[in-house]
Antibody
Framework: QVQLVQSGAEVKKPGASIKVSCKAS????????ISWVRQAPGQGLEWVGW????????NYAQKLQGRVTMTTDTSASTAYMELRSLTSDDTAVYYC???????????WGQGTLVAVSS | EIVLTQSPGTLSLSPGERATLSCRAS???????LAWYQQKPGQAPRLLIY???SRATGIPDSFSGSGSGTDFTLTISRLEPEDFAVYYC?????????FGHGTKVEIK
């Protein structure tokens, strides 16, 4: 069965960087994109961006352009999301999810809590 | 960007009742690329519907999606206890992909 397993929770200080990993299993990793979605405490879902493991194409949310980088390691079936210059507004649970077709996602990781606090 | 407005914010219903959730887009959603997700507390979202009306694998037929252009609806024909949750719509026809703010379906 499809599984996406994410790295553990982290606490960071303002200005720091975070890199969240997402290891996929149960399907051919190169076949589907990986989307990243975040959810601030008590809030709704916010799309962060997506990456194609096949060719490395990316598409990032404009508000995070310049601070976010998504990469993949196809040999390890793992996707990564790096976010730099963290502020308290970046405190959220970050989810990776398998992208299907034109953009819906059908399988989700368990989420990674990133807390930014001085 | 396309803004998705979900209504109502909260829907209070009893098990066995029908739920009708609305998602209205600020502009037409390309190719009706609209998905619905269910999220329970402490859990990741779960895909219910994609392409406005296609049910995802394993989703019971009590869930149905309809609509086109700017107006979309998720209908739960008969609420089961496990259906009480928050529901989000998402459009993926235009970048940036966007989500609605959610409709909470709570037990009356």
């Amino acid at each position: 069965q499809v599984q996406l397993v994410q790295s553990g929770a982290e606490v960071k200080k303002p200005g720091a960087s975070i890199k969240v990993s997402c290891k996929a299993s149960g399907y051919t990793f190169n076949t589907y994109g990986i989307s990243w979605v975040r959810q601030a405490p008590g809030q709704g879902l916010e799309w962060v961006g997506w990456i194609s493991p096949y060719n490395g194409d990316t598409n990032y949310a404009q508000k995070l352009q310049g601070r976010v980088t998504m990469t993949t390691d196809t040999s390890a079936s793992t996707a990564y999301m790096e976010l730099r210059s963290l502020t308290s507004d970046d405190t959220a649970v970050y989810y990776c999810a398998r992208k299907r077709g034109s953009g819906w996602v059908d399988s989700w990781g368990q989420g990674t809590l990133v807390a930014v606090s001085s | 960007e396309i803004v998705l407005t979900q209504s109502p914010g909260t829907l209070s219903l009893s098990p066995g009742e029908r739920a009708t959730l609305s998602c209205r887009a600020s502009q037409s959603v390309t190719n009706n690329y609209l998905a619905w997700y269910q999220q329970k507390p402490g859990q990741a979202p779960r895909l219910l519907i994609y392409g406005a009306s296609s049910r995802a694998t394993g989703i019971p037929d009590s869930f149905s999606g309809s609509g086109s252009g700017t107006d979309f609806t998720l209908t739960i024909s008969r609420l089961e206890p496990e259906d009480f949750a928050v529901y989000y719509c998402q459009q993926y026809g235009s970048s940036p992909w966007t989500f609605g703010h959610g409709t909470k379906v709570e037990i009356k």
